[in-house]
């Protein structure tokens, strides 16, 4: 935990104007990434060839470009780690591990939030032992005074204020009703392009849930440090990139081909 928070809480620095709130006191500096993307014609393809069909990493890109999976942009976001420090700690395992690709977001209410499913029933790839049983793991409520306002992260949780579990919200406006009800533990940094196009796609509303009609995939994610300098910040995210990268491999070759 100590060596955790070692590594995620120095003063981020700032990039201009490509960051949103980058240079909130907050901030930690380890920085998450969601690939997204909208599902139209990949799952029926996939029915039609089998899943053994392009499950290297490139060539599931190439699949995913020619069969309408149109990329709305990528969301990024740093950590509070003096706000929330077990609630950063599990989520951030949870994206080391590769919990959240393939997940997505269940639910866009215009003006509110964005939410992301719960990586347990929200994937579509299955999960290996390791990444079962972080994710079934929840967090107690580390509420705190920060405000619910436009790119924070807050964590989803059930009636119980310690069921929080992996589902959290990228807030889309200001929510004061929320404030000290859920658990704030980062914020966006870049990407309120990317939230802008997702509040402008159709919805549907099912009971307290506004969601969207076709599914909002991550297709994938990375992270890296922005205190590292340019060069070793770039090796990181080809290391990381590439051990997921084999990792999801491994989990189809041993789920098709065994």
């Known amino acids: 935990m100590a060596a955790l928070l070692r590594h995620i809480a120095a003063a981020a620095s700032t990039d201009?104007?490509?960051?949103?709130?980058?240079?909130?006191?907050?901030?930690?500096?380890?920085?998450v990434v969601f690939q997204g993307?909208?599902?139209?014609?990949?799952?029926?393809?996939?029915?039609?060839?089998?899943?053994?069909?392009?499950?290297?990493?490139?060539?599931?890109?190439?699949?995913?470009?020619d069969f309408g999976i149109t990329t709305h942009g990528d969301i990024e976001f740093g950590f509070f780690p003096h706000v929330a420090p077990k609630t950063v700690e599990h989520i951030y395992k949870l994206v080391r591990l590769?919990?959240?690709?393939?997940?997505?977001?269940?639910?866009?209410?215009?003006?509110?939030?964005?939410?992301?499913a719960s990586v347990v029933g929200g994937r579509t790839a299955p999960m290996n032992d390791e990444q079962q049983e972080e994710a079934e793991k929840s967090v107690v409520g580390e509420f705190s005074t920060v405000k619910h306002v436009r790119g924070?992260?807050?964590?989803?949780?059930?009636?119980?204020?310690?069921?929080g579990g992996s589902s959290f919200s990228i807030l889309l406006g200001d929510a004061p009703h929320l404030d000290g009800q859920y658990a704030v533990f980062g914020r966006l940094t870049k990407g309120d392009d990317t939230l802008r196009k997702l509040e402008q796609l159709p919805t549907r509303r099912e009971g307290i849930f506004v969601m969207p009609i076709e599914r909002i995939s991550i297709?994938?994610?990375y992270y890296y440090d922005v205190d590292l300098e340019s060069c070793e910040a770039e090796k990181s995210i080809l290391r990381?990139?590439?051990?997921?990268?084999?990792?999801?491999?491994?989990?189809?070759?041993r789920k098709c081909f065994a």
């Not at 053994?52 to 190439?62: A, S």
């Open 16 to 31: 201009g104007a490509t960051s949103f709130y980058a240079s909130d006191p907050n901030l930690g500096s380890a920085r």
């Open 240 to 253: 990381r990139r590439l051990s997921e990268s084999a990792s999801e491999v491994e989990r189809w070759r």
């Open 219 to 221: 297709l994938s994610t």
């Open 98 to 116: 590769g919990c959240y690709n393939t997940n997505h977001f269940f639910r866009v209410d215009k003006g509110f939030v964005a939410q992301v």
């Open 37 to 65: 993307g909208k599902e139209r014609f990949l799952p029926g393809f996939m029915e039609k060839t089998g899943p053994k069909v392009g499950f290297w990493h490139g060539q599931i890109r190439r699949l995913i470009k």
């Open 152 to 163: 924070i992260l807050s964590m989803g949780r059930h009636s119980d204020p310690n069921s």
